[in-house]
């Protein structure tokens, strides 16, 4: 009794985004609580692409030279996010990582303009920095499931 070659290739992205979303989530709550992301989860993330591999996907990694830049220059950012859009672009490819980066950062200045307003109103100093991952895993779920 054999399988169907067909019936696996079409389970693979689906078994692909269930296990991307579970470590994005898993490096979401680490970031929160500890402020780091685990190299086991951006490894995890990596291996992810390997169930539908297709070698123009590694240019993804690129993306995670944005960042690598940014925090060159800028600093304020740790390697663990960086780690992480490298991971998360070999599963998406450069143009849905580029998106899943203008996603991410787009929902953290919402975040932040949301709560710098109600810190004011409250007559408190917002907070300065946050955890990047939850905003950087919500653009690479959305990148990933919407496009």
Do not use: W
């Not at 990582?97 to 991410?104: D, F, L, Q, T």
Request: one cysteine or more; aromatic letters at 8%; a positive charge.
């Amino acid at each position: 009794m054999g399988t169907d070659p067909d019936a696996l290739a079409q389970l693979a992205p689906l078994v692909q985004g269930g296990l991307f979303a579970a470590l994005l989530l898993a490096a979401s709550v680490f970031d929160i609580r500890k402020k780091i992301i685990p190299d086991s989860i951006c490894f995890g993330i990596t291996l992810t692409g390997l169930l539908t591999f297709e070698p123009v996907k590694l240019a993804g990694i690129f993306t995670a030279a944005l960042f690598l830049t940014a925090a060159l220059l800028f600093g304020g950012m740790g390697g663990g996010d960086i780690k992480l859009m490298a991971a998360a672009g070999l599963v998406l490819g450069f143009s849905k990582s580029m998106a899943a980066a203008v996603i991410g950062l787009t929902a953290l200045l919402v975040f932040h303009t949301g709560n710098t307003i109600i810190q004011k109103m409250r007559g408190r100093t917002a907070q300065k920095s946050y955890p990047l991952a939850p905003f950087l895993s919500l653009g690479c779920l959305a990148a990933y499931f919407l496009t």
